[in-house]
């Protein structure tokens, strides 16, 4: 007989089925069941296992398609060129994966800082555990802002609130209740069932766990769930990238096997060269040195306190030119404080604190400063016997318990002004303006001003929101948070170096505003709540980017605006830690959180900061900037020398009666050169790069392949003249001296355009100038050295070899001469 499902059981008989009761497991239980049922996740292989990563490194078909050619000659009886392609894939790949799993594994270690931990019940108390150990039988602790870690059932809740999108589509929360539901139902239906990956949107609940990792309904549906990321700026630029030089590598390949073939060059070297040019064209490396990049840049952010969660998101971060972030904690000290509890007339009300003081020491949902500070300032205090409570969401913006006082029961609800406002009775046009301006002085004084109500309510069991009606207003709650030490010159350096800075904040206008000239804001350009909800979203678009201050904002809201803002063509931060941040977090190109965030804010964010600092951030975002600046150089010098030499090798072997490298020859160039390319990932980087942020121009990339392209072949074409008109060099002799002046300048090139700068005035790392170094020894010492006749080479004249040397100090000076021209023309 099939056993009943979970959801059709009652509390009681599902604890009993599950051998646990509402206390929770033990920690010996805990450990057998993670031994049985396994950890906690849809997929337990690390993506950076070794094999995986060797593999990934001979998955790429261009390399696919030179061990075809490399078999080609072994069965065409050609050894050599096959040994000599067959070790330098394999070299090439080994080196690729080795670098690649270090990085991975600087990665895997930073990503464990920011594993999300959720409360259950342990040996009958509460303990905070990494959701990965999660096991069947775990009694979850719930509250707003809880990300669900696991398919459960309610044994309790109270005005308890899910976001279930991820799964069913439905953007409105729903409610879930204990008790058990007939039938086969759909994941909809079942009220009393919360699933992996859906988040708690309002208040509190407990629930046994009965699924975890893939047998959750999540992992059932995983890879239908795994839909595609929006594409970050960083990402198209590197898609169209990748799609220009593909273009460009295909056209050269069919056109030069093509003309070989007419010309009546030997069929498999022609297909041999016409592969080893497209090879030498791509930039290989680029995912290789884009991981390496990554994780060197997430290692140093971390020093700073920047936890990365997403690695894209590191150069999304370097490109932000706009950061909306929430006042509280980054803009403030995040130091609340209760300054006065008082009347409507202003006058200190001991009546009103007492009331503030059972609703802050009592309410069990999100913990919150504002809450802690009332309990701070009330020394002594013993809270009355708690009969229930209705959690706070941000429709209603206020949040109620029901006590036991002198035996009567009383309703307080604390909250927003306006939303406690709402359900008081006895609010006429004159005491509402009076109260309005009370607010707004107080607020334009610095002040955030709460509101406290109450009344006598029917004793019974529970009480639900519609019991929030007929309240008297008893008084206000002035708190203070003043402005952060320093945060205005922080601002000030966010802005010199490119990036502004705009408040979104659920507080009223005039607290917001108050603080906005404390810290350098444009107060006079502010947004609330109400004017958003009455534009359209074209009109949002004009006006966002011209506002620094956005107040009395709902979550619907905030990323109304963040994409009203990206709209306008900005690639744009969002700071925030709340449960009504998750929406903003994700419409941002850059996502941050803090690490005291609800679990939904940093699940939704990208990257996660150890402290509310705007400092720690400006140094992310510096981080952000050297790792784009770093890739770029890559980008340009497989654009500048390789280009023009793979065209001009293309030119000449339709041109000359012999091939000017052979394939072993190309590749083995290429490995070479791509030595010193892994320094570019921890090359030094100029201050000036990192003024303003860096963003893909393909433009600008396809004019600087085009005139640094044109000048290299210049200067191969001038070679080719020297070999043959001057020195009458034979096959094996044009190919040697153009084997180490084609080496040398791409050498050059990169140590020239890896810096706007003149390039003696930049100095490089110590790992890309020594590896130069080391390589343009090679590139010398190999027609010398034994064993070189196997790859075709022979000892060059010295005269010729100083002309080599001559022509790649020329064409380092031209190409230097070139860069001022070229960047000063782009930056005109």
């Known amino acids: 007989m099939t056993e009943p499902s979970p959801w059709t059981l009652t509390p009681a008989e599902l604890l009993a089925r599950l051998g646990v009761d509402a206390t929770g497991l033990s920690s010996e239980a805990a450990r057998s069941r993670l031994a049985r049922f396994g950890r906690n996740e849809l997929a337990a292989a690390s993506r950076w296992t070794t094999p995986r990563l060797v593999l990934r490194q001979f998955a790429s078909p261009l390399v696919l398609i ?49 594993a999300l931990r959720v409360r259950v019940r342990r040996d009958g108390a509460e303990a905070s555990v990494p959701t990965a150990e999660i096991v069947p039988g775990d009694v979850l602790v719930l509250s707003a802002g809880t990300l669900i870690a696991a398919d459960a059932i309610v044994l309790d809740a109270h005005d308890f609130f899910v976001s279930e999108a991820v799964l069913t589509g439905e953007s409105f929360p729903v409610e879930k209740r204990p008790g058990a539901i007939e039938g086969a139902r759909g994941l909809a239906e079942r009220r009393n069932s919360l699933f992996m990956g859906t988040n708690v949107r309002s208040g509190t609940a ?60 030997p069929p498999i070297e022609s297909l041999l ?82 009331l503030a003081f059972c609703n802050a020491a009592l309410e069990a949902g999100i913990e919150n400063p504002l809450d802690e500070a009332i309990v701070a300032a009330c020394p002594g205090e013993v809270a009355p016997e708690k009969l229930d409570e209705i959690p706070y969401d941000f429709t209603r913006k ?10 009567a029961a009383i309703l307080i609800t604390k909250g927003a002004v306006g939303g406690v406002l709402g359900v008081c009775t006895g609010i006429d046009a004159a005491r509402a303006a009076a109260i309005e301006a009370f607010v707004a002085e ?73 603080i906005g000239r404390q810290v350098g804001l444009a107060e006079a350009a502010a947004l609330t709540g ?61 996502g941050v959180s803090v690490e005291a965030a609800v679990d939904v804010a940093k699940e939704a964010a990208d990257l996660v900061l150890l402290r509310p600092d705007l400092d720690v951030l400006l140094r992310g975002v510096l981080a952000g900037r050297e790792t784009f600046a770093n890739t770029l150089k890559y980008v340009m010098t497989t654009t500048s020398a390789n280009l023009g030499n793979m065209l001009s090798m293309a030119v000449a072997s339709v041109v000359l009666p012999f091939f ?155 190409t230097e001469r070139l860069k001022r021209w070229f960047f000063a023309r782009t930056a005109a």
């Open 660 to 814: 000017p490298l052979l394939a072993g020859q190309i590749l083995l160039n290429n490995f070479l050169s791509d030595i010193p390319a892994f320094g570019l990932a921890n090359d030094a980087v100029d201050a000036e790069s990192l003024q303003k942020p860096q963003r893909w121009d393909m433009g600008v990339i396809r004019r600087f392949m085009t005139w640094f392209g044109a000048l290299s072949s210049a200067f191969d074409l001038l070679t080719f003249a020297a070999l043959l008109l001057v020195f009458h060099a034979a096959p094996e002799v044009f190919r040697t001296g153009w084997f180490v002046l084609s080496l040398l300048t791409e050498l050059a090139v990169a140590m020239v355009v890896r810096t706007r700068r003149p390039a003696l005035r930049s100095r490089p790392g110590a790992l890309l100038l020594w590896s130069t170094v080391v390589v343009a020894v090679i590139a010398v010492a190999v027609p010398y050295a034994p064993g070189a006749g196997a790859f075709g080479f022979v000892p060059l004249p010295l005269p010729l070899l100083l002309t080599m040397l001559g022509i790649t100090c020329a064409y380092a000076i031209a």
């Open 442 to 514: 107080r607020g334009n004084a610095g002040f955030r001003v709460l509101a406290v109500a109450s009344r006598v309510v029917e004793r019974r069991s529970s009480y639900t929101r519609d019991d929030e009606r007929e309240l008297e207003l008893a008084g206000f709650l002035l708190f203070h948070d003043p402005p952060k030490p320093g945060i205005e010159a922080t601002i000030a350096a966010l802005r010199a170096h490119g990036v502004a800075l705009k408040m979104i904040t659920g507080d009223n206008l005039h607290v917001a505003r108050h």
């Open 273 to 354: 060269f016409a592969v080893a040019l497209a090879v030498g064209l791509t930039p290989e490396l680029l995912p290789a040195i884009l991981m390496i990049n990554l994780a060197r840049s997430a290692t140093r952010m971390a020093g700073v306190g920047v936890l990365v969660r997403r690695l894209s998101a590191i150069e999304d971060f370097g490109s932000m030119d706009v950061l909306c972030s929430d006042k509280t904690g980054t803009l403030t000290a995040g130091v609340v404080r209760l300054d006065a509890a008082v009347d409507e007339r202003g006058q200190a009300s001991p009546r009103v604190r007492r």
């Open 398 to 407: 206020r949040l109620s318990v029901v006590v036991d006082e002198g035996g």
């Open 206 to 265: 407990t629930a046994v766990v009965v699924a975890t990792g893939a047998a959750t309904e999540y992992g059932r549906i995983a890879d239908r769930l795994k839909l595609r990321a929006p594409e970050t700026e960083f990402n198209r630029g590197l898609r169209r990238f990748g799609g220009l030089l593909t273009w460009l590598m295909l056209v050269l390949t069919l056109v030069v096997l093509a003309l070989n073939l007419l010309v009546h060059k």
């Open 530 to 590: 109400a004017e958003i909800a009455g534009m359209r979203d074209e009109a949002l678009w004009h006006v966002a980017e011209r506002t620094d201050i956005f107040a009395e904002v709902d979550p619907n809201q905030k990323e109304r605006i963040i994409l009203a803002l990206k709209k306008t063509g900005h690639v744009v931060g969002y700071l925030g830690d709340g449960v009504n941040d998750a929406p903003a977090l994700h419409a941002a190109d850059v």
């Open 66 to 114: 030179l061990v075809a050619a490399a078999g080609v000659s072994a069965v065409a009886g050609e050894w050599t060129d096959s040994v000599v392609i067959g070790a330098i894939v394999v070299l090439s790949g080994a080196i690729s994966a080795w670098r690649e799993y270090a990085a991975g594994r600087a990665i895997d270690r930073l990503r464990a800082r920011v």
